[in-house]
Structures are given as structure tokens and as C-alpha cells.
């Protein structure tokens, strides 16, 4: 139950997507009565939209952060530099790796997803996994530099034929391919191939979109493999389902989310995957004061892809319910779109975008992609003061 007459212990696990847009609304209006803690592992809060520039060499890296710190301070929140692993619903204190228990009246959830890499072998020794993402820029510098180093031929395989796939295979091909150039090594000496386990290429758009980004492979000099079920990754090739290995020095790993793994040793409800399960208010099942959003929930009115757009959009939400939960106000329901816009970099400053079946192309496309980017996290910046270093 919410505490009443005394202050409220509001504790959000996380410096999310969501989570930033309530602490920016704490900052500006806080509620009364309580005593707000972020618990985050990392101060450093990557915006998912802009990692693919990033990864480009379009964006400094600070251009692409919220430093999470500055911005709590301005909410007035306790920082607590700390995993969250555990949660006792009856006590209502969430607990921390080498910390104290943290009781909570309201608690909240935006820790992400990590890399699925059950089931299939040799997956989280031989690959690169682009989840999490505050830890995927160190490992991914450290495949830059081996690359960069490599004298002989490198081949570089990414694995995943999404928008995540497709976007970060063209942003790394991009990349490499002008720093090696850059160093006066061949360009040559690098090839690319985008592993995919449907049929067809990013198999939630249109024939159209998908055919755009087909040319763009092409045109980049990345090789794509369709329909490739990867069943095990060994030191230097993918082993493929019905067909030849695939070779690969370096391997880029962007499909399958998975949920942090210890909430299962928890008694929140899960779906089938370990993600939390929200309701239409994305509050967890059958728990009045508690709440989840972004990848770590699962959407139980209807799917929703593991995206940071969806993210973006709930932090309203989740902000206006824990003031309406404190208040004794009714909850407002979340409503995610049907038809979402789409702006899909192709690693320079070119983009393709897709709504309602219209699919738009050109430098034109990034650059509207740049300026929503840039407004939204500068939203977060503003109010902490922070420049991300």
C-alpha cells in the first residue's frame, strides 16, 4: 500500500528512457510528500535512437547521452549507484549487490534488456552482443581496434535482420571502412555480411522499405544471408541450420532480448520470457504500486516490440501514474501507437523512414531524424545542466 501521512519512499530502478522523462517532471514539478531514489548501475543514460550514429562516427559520444546524475540531483533524488537483484513484495524493499534493502511505496522498473544467448553455443564467448547497451560501446571499441590492427582480411559478420540489425551493420561497415581508409591500410582487406533468420529482411515492414534497404546493402558492399538460423557460433564462423558456415572474424550479435535473469528468483509475474508483466497502466499485475516500462515490461493488452520508441512514449505515462497513485486519482492508460514513424539510418548521413506504408528516402530523412533525436535528449540535458562528460 501507498504510505498516507508520511512522506512516500518513491524508489525507480533505472535511468531508462521512461525513467528520465519522470525525473525530468520531478524536476520541474515535484510532487509533495516524498522521497524520491534512482538505483542505476551506470550514471550514463545512452539513448538508443542515436547509438547507430554513434557507432558511425556522426555523434560524439556525449552528444548521445543523458548523464543521469545532474539530472536526479535537479529531481531531488537520492542516487543509489547500484544493481538492483532482488525484491520483497511483502516487505516492500528492493535490494541492492553490497548495499542495504531500500524500502519503497511505490516502485518502478526501466532496467532494459540484456543479450539472449541461451540455446545456442558459443554465443556469449565468440560474439559481440550489442545489449546491453552502456556496455556495448567499450566492446565494441575494443572490435574496432583489433580490426583496425588486423593486417590480414577481416570479415565482419552482424547477426540480425531487424532495424537494430540492418542499421548497425551499415553504421559499422561505414565506420571501419573509413577509418582504414583513413590510416592508409586497404579498404579492401574488409568485408561484410548481415546474418538473417527469416526469409526476408526486416519482416515487420513493408516490401518496399525492405527493398530500399536491399539496395543500400548492396551499394555498401555488405552480403546478406537470408533465412541463416544460427545454431552455433565457433571461434572464427557461424554454424547455420541446412547450410554452409558462415566465415567470420568478428561477429556483431543483435537479436534476442532477454530479461535480466534475476528476476526470476522474484515473486513479480512474468511472461514466458522473465519480462515483467504490466497492464494497460503499466502497472505489474496484480500489484497496485508498482510499475514497469521499456523493455523490462511486457505489454499484456497486446505485443510490443522491445524499441525504444515505445520507451520514449511511456515515460509520460509513468510519470502521471505514480503522481496519480500518490494522489488517489485514478490511473491513465497507455496507448501505444499502431502505426509507428520509423527513421532508419543507413550509416551516413542518409536515412529511409516508413509510416502508414509510406516509405521516404534521402539526406533530407536523417536530417529529421537528427533534430527529433537532438530535441529529445536535449529535453534531459536542460534540466540537470548536463553535458553527458
Avoid at 547450410?243 to 534475476?262: C, F, R
Avoid at 506504408?357 to 536542460?382: E, L, M, S, T
Wanted: glycine fraction near 10%; aromatic fraction near 8%.
Amino acid at each position: 500500500m501507498v504510505a498516507t501521512g508520511k512522506l512516500s519512499n518513491v524508489v525507480l530502478v533505472g535511468a531508462g528512457h521512461s525513467h528520465v522523462e519522470v525525473l525530468r517532471s520531478f524536476a520541474q514539478d515535484p510532487p509533495r510528500g516524498i522521497r524520491l531514489t534512482l538505483v542505476t548501475r551506470t550514471r550514463q543514460a545512452y539513448y538508443s535512437g542515436m547509438l547507430p550514429g554513434l557507432i558511425a562516427g556522426l555523434y560524439r559520444p556525449d552528444e548521445t547521452m543523458i548523464d543521469a546524475w545532474p539530472l536526479a540531483r535537479a529531481a531531488g533524488a537520492e542516487i543509489v549507484e547500484a544493481s538492483a537483484d532482488g525484491v520483497d513484495l511483502n516487505t516492500q524493499y528492493l535490494r541492492c549487490a553490497g548495499r542495504s534493502p531500500i524500502p519503497y511505496d511505490v516502485l518502478s522498473f526501466d532496467i532494459g534488456s540484456t543479450t539472449d544467448i541461451s540455446g545456442i553455443s558459443g554465443v556469449g564467448e565468440h560474439t559481440v552482443p550489442v545489449r546491453p547497451i552502456d556496455g556495448f560501446l567499450e566492446r565494441f571499441e575494443s572490435l574496432r581496434q583489433r580490426v583496425l590492427r588486423n593486417t590480414r582480411m577481416t570479415r565482419v559478420a552482424v547477426v540480425g535482420g531487424g532495424a537494430a540489425g540492418v542499421e548497425l551493420a551499415l553504421s559499422v561497415a561505414n565506420r571501419l571502412r573509413a577509418e582504414a581508409k583513413e590510416a592508409a591500410g586497404p579498404a579492401v582487406r574488409l568485408q561484410f555480411v548481415l546474418v538473417c533468420g527469416t526469409p526476408e529482411l526486416l519482416p515487420d515492414f513493408s516490401p518496399s522499405f525492405r527493398e530500399k534497404f536491399r539496395t543500400v546493402l548492396k551499394a555498401t558492399g555488405i552480403e546478406l544471408v537470408a533465412g541463416a538460423i544460427v545454431s552455433a557460433v565457433e571461434p572464427g564462423r557461424l554454424i547455420i541450420d541446412g547450410q554452409p558456415p558462415v566465415a567470420a572474424d568478428e561477429i556483431l550479435w543483435a537479436i534476442g532480448a532477454a530479461a535480466p535473469p534475476w528476476l526470476r528468483e522474484t515473486d513479480l509475474p512474468l511472461d514466458r520470457q522473465g519480462f515483467i508483466s504490466v497492464d494497460a497502466y503499466l502497472r505489474v499485475l496484480n500489484l497496485e504500486n508498482v510499475f514497469a516500462a521499456g523493455d523490462v515490461a511486457s505489454f499484456t493488452p497486446r505485443p510490443l516490440a522491445k524499441s525504444g520508441v515505445y520507451a520514449v512514449r511511456q515515460g509520460p505515462v509513468i510519470d502521471r501514474n505514480i503522481r496519480r497513485l500518490l494522489a488517489g486519482a485514478p490511473l491513465e492508460g497507455y496507448r501505444p501507437q499502431r502505426n509507428t514513424l520509423y527513421l532508419v539510418s543507413t550509416g551516413k548521413r542518409h536515412a529511409i523512414g516508413t509510416r502508414n506504408g509510406i516509405v521516404v528516402a534521402g539526406r533530407w530523412v536523417w536530417h529529421v531524424k537528427d533534430w527529433i533525436d537532438r530535441r529529445w535528449i536535449g529535453r534531459y540535458k536542460a534540466v540537470g545542466g548536463s553535458t553527458g562528460e
